[in-house]
């Protein structure tokens, strides 16, 4: 089958060695996405919920730059710093996904590369056509 990577140009894509997303088939795994400005700053300092949102943007994104859809999606995985904030990354989650309802799991982690991120988010997608 033929591997598709895609990919932001951003210097720890290469530095680390990952793709935002890989499109294998019928499957796109999108990478653990942080709240990253187009510019490449931090968005939403401190704000849990507009961490989420931005992470979801890019989740968005990068699906479609795949072949898939949002409707596409059959699990999502939330990273926290902080559980007890998991209320503001569920509305969040919930704008993009109440209506398809992934699998979803949070999980709270002692920190993340830039400690400025609350959070960080995957998604696994699974696409009717497999053509690449």
């Known amino acids: ?11 720890l894509e290469k530095e680390i060695g990952f793709a935002r997303a890989v499109r294998i088939g ?3 795994a999108v990478s653990g996405t942080a709240p990253i400005s187009k510019d490449g700053s931090v968005y939403a300092p401190g704000d ?8 979801l943007e890019i ?3 990068v699906i479609v ?3 898939g859809k949002l409707a596409n999606v ?3 995985r939330i990273f926290l710093k902080n559980i007890k904030k998991w209320k503001e990354a569920a509305r969040a989650h919930g704008e993009y996904f109440s209506e398809i309802q992934p699998t979803c799991t949070f999980v ?3 920190g993340f590369i830039n400690p400025d991120w609350l959070i960080e988010i995957e998604a696994d997608v699974v696409l009717e056509d497999p053509q690449v």
């Open 26 to 28: 019928n499957m796109i």
């Open 65 to 67: 730059r795949s072949g």
């Open 108 to 110: 709270e982690v002692s």
């Open 1 to 11: 089958m033929v591997r598709k990577n895609i990919t932001y140009g951003q210097p």
């Open 48 to 55: 849990v919920y507009g961490q989420a949102k931005r992470c």
């Open 74 to 76: 059959i699990r999502t």
């Open 59 to 61: 989740i968005d994104d």
